[in-house]
């Protein structure tokens, strides 16, 4: 059967009422000729096994539909208005914003929707709201950037950004779910995993837990199965358990004392029967008092304390060095303020003495009542013979004081010494060579250097100290005695020309008398 037969017949030509003009032959012929072609070009196609695919075919029917239509609208789609479906001009400010604006929310809605359903793991595509014209539309032109195929809609970043993370694996869940052995447990707990005690509500099974946490050697995982113990035991059975474990025990003792459970530790402490611990750790409590008075009474209250006989002894200190500091605080405060004492208005005082070490007590002192009598409270030897201060932590205090004033008539005083002949000699139970280091600190004239740097007796210490300060006469009596010419003739070169030493260094090399060793 052929196509033609396929089409059907032609209808008959409809009667006509009224005569018209017939006309020629070559317009009948043209008349004729187009409605032919029109019943020849139907869409309307019979089936033949030689004829292409149907999805193929109409694929290629739907591209000349929109050929033909671009053929319509494309001659005036220059001069056309683009409007949106809410009537406002496209591309326009107003439009631009509201097209952003719905764009993002759509993105956002689509996320949580798949968010929220969780069973599939493909992304949701952003859903946006059509703003072309039609003559766009049927054209098939992406003149807007915001218009995306299937294709690029998968390769953009921004639409894979909003999709949902995928599941974790059942794997992690187990850590919260499963039950895990306390050795399985601790080795999770090492490798930084999330594990849950909760489940060890047996006694056994919380000492197992802990006997596990400390064979594997980890503190902080051996602080954690002791947090969850101090919470779920009673403190008596925590206490007894923790006596025959020592390394646990150490662990809690640290920890409570790091995080200040004073109570606690203190009830630890008894329990163990460590009296001389519990002492400490309510002597330690002072600290936290800021009111003189109250940290007076409390050191007080502390004498009385199971502490060793040396710890009695430093503790009875305390509090005798803060009493003494309240009355020393008090009366300079008072001539500070009345402006009676001299030193007080030149050196007015920086801070407080009270709760001051005992060093800065007699720093203090020997600064600012270093001539008064020994029987005074703030008197430097009154402090030395009461807390009985060793002569050369006294001597290293007391020049530092002084020589911040630069009393050296004080310095001088403290190194001289009388025997039973009546004769006078210098001397120091710290070394000269640490009270020149002191006096230059605290920039002493070169005459007071040059008297303490000659009473050091090794002669090396003595050459460098002479030369590193600039002592030219102790350098070139320390190079006459040794009888050495030519470091003296060498050492001529650093002083200045025609000054006295180099007139003195002139002098001894041209003495006759001297018998040089070289």
């Known amino acids: 059967m052929s196509r033609r037969a396929l089409r059907g ?6 009667a006509v009422p009224c005569p018209v003009a017939v006309p020629g032959a070559g317009e009948m012929s043209r008349a004729r000729a187009d409605e032919e072609e029109y019943w020849h070009s139907s869409k309307f196609r019979a089936f033949t ?12 029917e739907s591209k000349r539909a929109v050929n033909s239509l671009r053929d319509i609208v494309d001659d ?3 001069d056309l208005e683009r409007v949106s479906w809410s009537g406002e001009p496209v591309g326009s400010i107003s439009w631009s914003i509201k097209e952003t604006a719905s764009s993002s929310t759509s993105s956002l809605e689509g996320r949580d929707s798949g968010l929220q359903k969780g069973s599939s793991s493909y992304a949701a595509f952003p859903k946006q709201v059509s703003s072309y014209s039609l003559s766009s539309l049927f054209k098939g032109r992406n003149k807007l950037p915001s218009f995306q195929s299937l294709s690029d809609a998968l390769s953009d970043t921004g639409v894979k950004s909003y ?8 794997a992690d869940y187990k850590d919260y779910s499963s039950d895990w052995s306390p050795k399985d447990t601790v080795r999770r707990m090492q490798r930084g995993k999330v594990c849950s005690l909760e489940r060890f509500r047996s006694l056994q099974d919380k000492l197992v837990l802990l006997d596990e946490a400390v064979a594997g050697h980890d503190g902080n995982v051996i602080t954690a199965v002791l947090i969850f113990l101090k919470r779920t035991l009673r403190r008596e059975v925590l206490f007894r358990e923790l006596e025959v474990r020592q390394v ?4 809690l003792i640290h920890f409570l004392k790091e995080t200040g459970e004073q109570k606690l530790l203190l009830d630890l402490l008894r329990f163990l029967d460590r009296t001389e611990e519990v002492a400490l750790s309510q002597y330690r409590e002072h600290l936290n008092i800021q009111d003189v008075e109250k940290r007076r009474e409390f050191l007080k209250g502390c004498i009385g304390l199971p502490f060793s006989a040396e710890d009695t002894s430093h503790i009875q200190d305390h509090y005798t060095l803060l009493e003494r500091q309240i009355i020393i605080e008090a009366n300079d405060r008072h001539l500070e303020s ?6 007080f208005r030149k050196y007015p005082r920086k801070a407080s003495i009270l709760n001051m070490p005992l060093v800065t007590t007699l720093f203090y002192s020997c600064f600012y009542h270093y001539t008064e009598a020994e029987g005074t409270f703030s008197s430097p030897t009154n402090l030395k013979k009461t807390f009985k201060i060793p002569d050369k932590q006294y001597v290293l205090t007391a020049l530092a004081a002084r020589a911040k004033l630069r009393a050296w008539d004080d310095v001088d005083a403290l190194f001289t010494t009388k025997n039973w002949l009546g004769y006078t000699k210098k001397k120091a139970p710290i070394g000269f060579h640490r009270v020149v280091e002191i006096l230059q600190r605290n920039n002493a004239p070169v005459q007071v250097l040059q008297e303490y740097v000659r009473l050091v007796e090794d002669v090396e210490t003595r050459l460098n100290l002479a030369t590193k300060y600039k002592c030219h006469d102790v350098v070139i009596e320390t190079y006459r005695d040794l009888k050495d010419r030519i470091q003296l003739t060498a050492y001529k070169c650093k002083v200045e020309r025609g000054s006295a030493d180099e007139e003195k260094i002139n002098s001894i090399l041209n003495n006759m008398q001297i018998r040089w060793k070289n």
Do not use: V
């Not at 017949?9 to 409809?14: E, L, M, N």
């Not at 096994?49 to 290629?60: I, P, Y």
């Open 49 to 60: 096994f030689d004829d292409e695919d149907d999805e193929l075919s109409q694929l290629k």
């Open 163 to 170: 999709a949902p993370e995928l599941r974790r694996p059942k």
């Open 76 to 78: 005036d789609d220059d």
């Open 9 to 14: 017949s032609r209808p008959s030509s409809p």
């Open 248 to 251: 646990a025990l150490c662990h």
């Open 338 to 343: 009345a402006g009676q004492s001299e030193i």
